[in-house]
């Protein structure tokens, strides 16, 4: 898919920013709609369809956090790269716990932001992987694991999933029982380990022991100092 074909929700209280930034993704060939507050953000997301979502935290009448979590009720797959100005890592956590992908703190460079957005669509286009079954799924334990669809369900049940967690539940999947040091989960799922994603990376493992607390059979187990290990007990086992 060419990148003309991608659209781009740019929300940017600050004019000269979000003149700067949609000016360079249309000379990118991206399609950009921007918004200059969080209100409006929710109104353009209502009518109009999105490939990915570039959030300002600090908006006018609804901060980038309230919009982010609204969005994720509605959508649980559209991209959304998190704009702050902010310092405090707690507050960075929790735009990667409400279901942001990732932030780029300000100021940036275009280049780093260009390349950030054209991982994420790459990704969201292309999320399928290697060690699927004919039809698309994995099996881990009980569970059935739909990388396409963003899914992981047990039973009758089944829940969204966001695409780092998606990405995040493949990594384990494609490689259980073995001892992942936490350097090599940051590289290969974030891209990078420094010190923030290491603390973003908790928050994500404690969400997904409840994702599979249904199967006793699939353990996140933490080793101090070390990474994890996802074990997966087979049902004939």
């Known amino acids: 898919m060419s990148e003309t074909a991608f659209k781009i929700m740019l929300v ?3 004019e000269a920013l979000r003149f700067i930034v ?26 109009e369809t999105f490939d990915l979502i570039i959030l300002d ?3 006018p009448k609804i901060d980038g956090f309230r919009v982010a979590e609204k ?15 902010r310092s405090m890592t707690e507050d960075k956590i929790k735009g990667l716990t409400i279901g942001g992908d990732d932030y780029i703190p300000k100021p940036f460079s275009m280049e780093e932001l260009l390349l ?6 790459r990704r969201s286009q292309s999320l399928p992987v290697a060690k699927s079954t004919g039809d698309g799924f ?10 396409q669809d963003l899914s ?20 384990f999947a494609e490689h259980p029982n073995r001892v992942l040091s936490r350097n090599e989960i940051l590289e290969k799922v974030w891209g990078s380990d420094d010190y923030f994603l290491g603390r973003s990376l908790d ?29 997966v007990k087979q049902e004939d086992q």
């Open 12 to 14: 940017e209280d600050d």
């Open 22 to 47: 949609k000016d360079n993704l249309e000379q990118n060939k991206f399609r950009v709609t921007a918004a200059e507050d969080g209100e409006i953000a929710l109104q353009l997301f209502e009518r």
């Open 57 to 59: 935290v600090m908006l």
């Open 71 to 85: 969005i994720r009720i509605k959508n649980d797959q559209v991209p959304i790269i998190f704009l702050t100005a």
């Open 116 to 121: 950030k957005i054209r991982i994420f669509l």
């Open 138 to 147: 994995m099996s881990i334990g009980k569970f059935r694991f739909q990388p």
């Open 152 to 171: 992981l369900s047990i039973g009758n049940q089944s829940r969204n999933l966001t695409l780092k967690e998606a990405e995040l539940i493949r990594f």
């Open 203 to 231: 928050v994500f493992i404690s969400r997904l022991r409840k994702y599979f607390k249904d199967d006793p059979g699939v353990k996140i187990t933490n080793l101090h100092g070390i990474g994890f290990r996802f074990s």
